[in-house]
């Protein structure tokens, strides 16, 4: 139908002049790479099911982050958000949900995570590495080997969205090459040339290993002293969803928390 379609535009006609003829179903481009095709080929209606039934399970900060990001995506403002979240409190969840949700609108929401194990929570999770072809080692001269005119460079043009889940896993040099190769390919010299970006994890877990590294060295490696994180905006999720909020629940939730930030420790105690 497409081929038939490009030869009546060479008389001026395509095939809506021809009542009975059936309509065009998809994007060519999609129908050349096979990439877009997998990332695009999803139930719509199921999808959009799934996204009302989870936005109405969603606590007052889990829609406040949804409804950030969704916002950046329709309204093209190509944000950073980084979705900071303990254990239980539905960063998964919510991540999964806005990728449900640019998938019914029959855009492409592109779902990582630094390590394999996370990866497999996401929807169409693939790790960032094999995703965007990071190098190793990234130096902080590296760009994501992502070849112009490739089925990836392709699907990098339709995306609106990059979920990135355990981020600060990543080295920051690594974050920046796969920045850096957004801004190659869509020729747009702004984060990620202009492709919304979501970053999730929680401080208190783990940060770019480094060999026989010192504290310092550690953090000095994460994305907090990379050159995005200035333009990252900081969404916090709090509540822990996998407890009954009770009281005692509550209060154990936070002594967590706290012992996780090095807190309320015992004499001789440390973390």
Request: neutral net charge; charged residues 20%; hydrophobic residues 40%.
């Amino acid at each position: 139908l497409h081929l038939i379609n490009d030869n009546l535009k060479n008389f001026g006609k395509t095939l809506q002049d021809f009542p009975n003829m059936p309509e065009l179903q998809q994007v060519w481009n999609v129908i050349l790479s096979k990439l877009l095709q997998e990332e695009t080929d999803y139930d719509v209606e199921e999808l959009k099911r799934r996204v009302d039934e989870n936005k109405a399970r969603f606590n007052g900060k889990q829609l406040g982050a949804f409804n950030k990001v969704m916002d950046s995506v329709d309204n093209n403002l190509g944000k950073m958000i980084f979705i900071h979240s303990a254990g239980g409190c539905g960063k998964t969840f919510v991540c999964n949900t806005l990728a449900s949700a640019i998938w019914s609108n029959g855009d492409v929401a592109l779902c990582v995570a630094s390590s394999g194990i996370a990866a497999l929570l996401l929807e169409g999770g693939r790790t960032a590495h094999s995703r965007f072809k990071i190098p190793i080692p990234a130096l902080d001269t590296s760009i994501a080997n992502i070849k112009r005119g490739t089925q990836l460079s392709q699907l990098l043009l339709w995306t609106k969205v990059v979920i990135w889940d355990e981020v600060l896993m990543q080295h920051k040099n690594a974050i920046d090459s796969v920045d850096q190769g957004f801004r190659d390919i869509l020729e747009k010299d702004v984060p990620f040339s202009g492709v919304t970006a979501v970053f999730g994890e929680d401080f208190r877990q783990t940060l770019p290993v480094i060999q026989q590294g010192l504290r310092q060295q550690m953090i000095a490696a994460s994305l907090k002293r990379g050159r995005l994180w200035d333009q990252i905006q900081v969404h916090y999720l709090v509540q822990n969803m996998r407890l009954d909020q009770t009281p005692d629940n509550i209060a154990h939730a936070a002594w967590l928390l706290d012992v996780g930030a090095g807190k309320k420790l015992g004499p001789g105690e440390t973390v």
